[in-house]
């Protein structure tokens, strides 16, 4: 437990004062900075001639109580999403070429930023006690774009200190005085944040049942702790801070799957894992390394989960709302590798950065607002892109606490067949109702999927979510019976049979039946996933339901070309003629229907070239049935 290190006294003597804690060189350290590659030097300061003279829109009212009235907040988004990004990028040119000439422009953003109302989202709002409308200045609520913003003035403050001492201390002096008002005052002396977790209940019958933090822990947690930091000068309560911040890091990470996998999906690696790993490393560097948890079997098992799920190419096993295609940090991943000692780990960033950037350059100048995350990554341009690194993807993964399921055909390549599949319960972060699902990749190809989620709306948080259709178990591959789908809620869950690992395959059996209600009429539901090495992808389910009978549907999702020809099913990935894979199946039980979905969602459709395909397999049961559906090569 990382509390349990040091008392909030103790502390205050392993901590250094906030004028001598120096994790990284200030703009005015010319040497580091000189040292950053040319590629990526052109790239970051040709980023942020582009955000010169910007605009920075002012955050109108009208955005907050549009989204009160209709959910809808893409009003405020469509301003938001350039503030911090463009801040970023100017203190970045700045820090790179040292002449001043982004100092104007980044006081004109440091200062529009601070006379906002507030730093969050309208959709958050629901913190305050006021609830959703206008924010309430004397009631600052601390959630994610808060503490993101609290961390992106910290960084420029401590970066270019000097040069905006230079035109006047005041512009520092506005910094960590909305700092402290927004997120120092109120994260200590508030314990009734939901993220903190310090209010949580625990149902000690039912682990299912245990309520856990989400990603907001690490992500709010680590940019306290940078604000922190970099602007108290009040050693006592800078002490008292991080003390609670290692408290909650520790309700985050008691909380955490001890497979280490993250059940939000890959994409909230990003902002779990991920910020996990920056709020440890910044204590490690913090304390002289008085702090170092990253021996810990558990710590490193959360960093290896990104390796783990990732598929071939962009892909990833997606779940929950996660992308299929999520947007992996290389820098992260390579500096989580380092600090556990895994090679594979530090191998995938480099891969990463080699293959998934269009230079080496955009390792660093991407669109976000995290500094604390840019600065490591541009300082290490040159050590985190040395050509040559290849993906671990290990042959087999089984993550038992999460029943998460990635194996291919042979250790370290994308070639031949590739099977994921979970189990899980319903209730999981972000969750889908899709426990059971399963997906195939053939020859780094996508063959079977989840589809992923769609861009948020007013839907996306409330209790009318699973209306929506990525949310839905028919819309996985999955089946549904009498119409029935499987429901949101812990108490719908898959029950672990039997994981079976051998050189020649590897077979995973769930029983499924509480994952669907009562009214489903299923009395017992097993499902077997089987990988023969070399050969084929076997998914088996042995079933009783009702004696009345009940017409069932498994769902296929598929980004492929389909064709139907007699018990089979040929799958095309396109934009190839001509079929890859084929489903099999028992055509004299079962009768083979072909959906189009055409996605316009401006998030979904790229990642499946705008269309899907929802095979059905229709038949009927009544008492105990069999069936076993096969991919195999064309």
Same mark, same amino acid.
Request: proline content about 6%; some cysteine.
């Given at each position: 437990?990382?509390?349990?290190?040091?008392?909030?006294?103790?502390?205050?003597?392993?901590?250094?004062?906030?004028?001598?804690?120096?994790?990284?060189?200030?703009?005015?350290?010319?040497?580091?900075?000189?040292?950053?590659?040319? #590629?990526?030097?052109?790239?970051?300061?040709?980023?942020?001639?582009?955000?010169?003279?910007?605009?920075?829109?002012?955050?109108?009212?009208?955005?907050?109580?549009?989204?009160?009235?209709?959910?809808?907040?893409?009003?405020?988004?469509?301003?938001?999403?350039?503030?911090? #990004? =463009?801040?970023?990028?100017?203190?970045?040119?700045?820090?790179?070429?040292?002449?001043?000439?982004?100092?104007?422009?980044?006081?004109?953003?440091v200062w529009a930023i601070c006379e906002q109302s507030y730093w969050g989202h309208p959709h958050h709002l629901s913190m305050q006690s006021a609830g959703p409308g206008l924010p309430d200045v004397d009631d600052p609520v *601390?959630?994610?774009?808060?503490?993101?913003?609290?961390?992106?003035?910290?960084?420029?403050?401590?970066?270019?200190?000097?040069?905006?001492?230079?035109?006047?201390?005041?512009?520092?002096k506005r910094i960590e005085t909305e700092i402290e008002r927004r997120v120092l005052e109120p994260c200590l002396r508030r314990d009734d944040f939901g993220w903190m977790g310090f209010r949580q209940t625990e149902t000690k019958?039912?682990?299912?049942?245990?309520?856990?933090?989400?990603?907001?822990? $690490?992500?709010?947690?680590?940019?306290?702790?940078?604000?922190?930091?970099?602007?108290?000068?009040?050693?006592?309560?800078?002490?008292?801070?991080?003390?609670?911040?290692?408290?909650?890091?520790?309700?985050?990470?008691?909380?955490?799957?001890?497979?280490? =996998?993250?059940?939000?999906?890959?994409?909230?690696?990003?902002?779990?894992?991920?910020?996990?790993?920056?709020?440890?490393?910044?204590?490690?560097? =913090?304390?002289?390394?008085?702090? /170092?948890?990253?021996?810990?079997?558990?710590?490193?098992?959360?960093?290896?989960?990104?390796?783990?799920?990732?598929?071939?190419? #962009?892909?990833?096993?997606?779940? =929950?709302? +996660?992308?299929?295609?999520?947007?992996?940090?290389?820098?992260?991943?390579?500096?989580?590798?380092? $600090?556990?000692?895994?090679?594979?780990?530090?191998?995938? %960033?480099?891969?990463?950065?080699?293959?998934?950037?269009?230079?080496?350059?955009?390792?660093?100048?991407?669109?976000?607002?995290?500094?604390?995350?840019?600065?490591?990554?541009?300082?290490?341009?040159?050590?985190?892109?040395?050509?040559?690194?290849?993906?671990?993807?290990?042959?087999?993964?089984?993550? #038992?606490?999460?029943?998460?399921?990635?194996?291919?055909?042979?250790?370290?390549?994308?070639?031949?067949?590739?099977?994921?599949?979970?189990?899980?319960?319903?209730?999981? +972060?972000?969750?889908?109702?899709?426990?059971?699902?399963?997906?195939?990749?053939?020859? %780094?190809?996508?063959?079977?999927? /989840?589809?992923?989620?769609?861009?948020?709306?007013?839907?996306?948080?409330?209790?009318?979510?699973?209306?929506?259709?990525?949310?839905? +178990?028919?819309?996985?591959?999955?089946?549904?019976?009498?119409?029935?789908?499987?429901?949101?809620? $812990?108490?719908?869950?898959?029950?672990?049979?039997?994981?079976?690992?051998?050189?020649?395959?590897?077979?995973?059996?769930?029983?499924?039946?509480?994952?669907?209600?009562?009214?489903?009429?299923?009395?017992?539901?097993?499902?077997?996933?089987?990988?023969?090495?070399?050969?084929?992808?076997?998914?088996?389910?042995?079933?009783?339901?009702?004696?009345?009978?009940?017409?069932?549907?498994?769902?296929?999702?598929?980004?492929?070309?389909?064709?139907?020809?007699?018990?089979?099913?040929?799958?095309?990935?396109?934009?190839?003629?001509?079929?890859?894979?084929?489903? *099999?199946?028992? +055509?004299?039980?079962?009768?083979?229907?072909?959906?189009?979905?055409?996605?316009?969602?401006?998030?979904?459709?790229?990642?499946?070239?705008?269309?899907?395909?929802?095979?059905?397999?229709?038949?009927?049961?009544?008492?105990?049935?069999?069936?076993?559906?096969?991919?195999?090569?064309?």
């Amino acid at each position: 437990m990382l509390s349990e290190f040091f008392s909030p006294e103790e502390l205050r003597t392993v901590l250094p004062p906030r004028s001598e804690y120096t994790p990284y060189p200030t703009a005015s350290e010319r040497d580091r900075w000189e040292d950053v590659p040319d #590629p990526t030097r052109s790239s970051v300061i040709e980023d942020a001639e582009s955000n010169l003279g910007f605009e920075w829109p002012a955050f109108r009212p009208r955005f907050f109580l549009e989204f009160a009235r209709t959910g809808v907040r893409q009003l405020y988004l469509d301003v938001a999403r350039g503030h911090l #990004p =463009a801040l970023a990028s100017l203190v970045l040119g700045e820090c790179l070429e040292g002449n001043g000439r982004f100092l104007a422009d980044i006081i004109d953003g440091v200062w529009a930023i601070c006379e906002q109302s507030y730093w969050g989202h309208p959709h958050h709002l629901s913190m305050q006690s006021a609830g959703p409308g206008l924010p309430d200045v004397d009631d600052p609520v *601390v959630n994610l774009y808060v503490g993101e913003t609290a961390s992106a003035l910290a960084w420029t403050s401590y970066l270019l200190r000097d040069q905006l001492d230079a035109v006047s201390p005041l512009i520092t002096k506005r910094i960590e005085t909305e700092i402290e008002r927004r997120v120092l005052e109120p994260c200590l002396r508030r314990d009734d944040f939901g993220w903190m977790g310090f209010r949580q209940t625990e149902t000690k019958t039912d682990p299912w049942m245990r309520r856990r933090v989400n990603n907001w822990n $690490a992500w709010i947690n680590s940019n306290w702790l940078d604000a922190s930091l970099l602007c108290d000068s009040d050693e006592r309560r800078r002490a008292e801070s991080v003390h609670k911040i290692m408290r909650g890091l520790d309700v985050f990470i008691d909380g955490y799957h001890d497979d280490g =996998a993250c059940d939000e999906g890959p994409t909230y690696w990003g902002h779990a894992g991920a910020c996990l790993f920056q709020a440890l490393s910044t204590l490690r560097t =913090a304390t002289g390394g008085k702090i /170092d948890v990253f021996t810990d079997e558990k710590i490193a098992a959360i960093g290896r989960f990104i390796a783990c799920v990732h598929i071939t190419g #962009p892909f990833f096993y997606g779940f =929950a709302d +996660s992308s299929p295609t999520p947007n992996v940090d290389p820098s992260i991943v390579y500096r989580y590798g380092t $600090a556990t000692h895994e090679q594979s780990l530090m191998e995938f %960033g480099r891969w990463l950065a080699e293959t998934r950037r269009p230079s080496a350059a955009e390792i660093a100048a991407e669109k976000s607002s995290n500094l604390g995350r840019h600065v490591p990554a541009l300082l290490s341009t040159a050590e985190l892109t040395r050509p040559g690194a290849r993906p671990p993807l290990p042959r087999d993964v089984w993550m #038992p606490d999460t029943q998460i399921l990635v194996s291919r055909d042979a250790e370290g390549i994308d070639d031949g067949f590739c099977l994921m599949a979970k189990g899980g319960h319903n209730a999981e +972060s972000h969750n889908h109702n899709d426990v059971g699902s399963f997906g195939v990749f053939l020859d %780094g190809r996508p063959i079977l999927v /989840d589809p992923g989620v769609e861009t948020y709306n007013k839907k996306t948080f409330s209790p009318d979510r699973y209306d929506l259709w990525t949310m839905q +178990s028919a819309y996985h591959n999955l089946p549904t019976v009498d119409g029935i789908m499987q429901e949101a809620g $812990a108490e719908f869950r898959a029950v672990v049979v039997a994981y079976k690992r051998e050189n020649a395959q590897t077979e995973l059996t769930l029983d499924l039946r509480r994952a669907y209600p009562e009214s489903s009429g299923i009395l017992e539901w097993t499902r077997t996933f089987r990988i023969v090495r070399g050969a084929r992808i076997t998914v088996t389910d042995e079933y009783t339901v009702s004696s009345r009978g009940c017409d069932i549907s498994f769902t296929l999702m598929t980004p492929c070309e389909t064709k139907i020809d007699s018990g089979r099913i040929g799958l095309s990935p396109r934009p190839e003629t001509g079929d890859r894979a084929v489903v *099999v199946f028992d +055509s004299s039980s079962l009768r083979a229907e072909i959906e189009q979905i055409e996605l316009t969602d401006t998030k979904l459709a790229p990642v499946w070239n705008g269309r899907l395909s929802r095979v059905l397999l229709h038949g009927r049961a009544s008492g105990s049935q069999r069936t076993e559906i096969t991919v195999e090569r064309a």
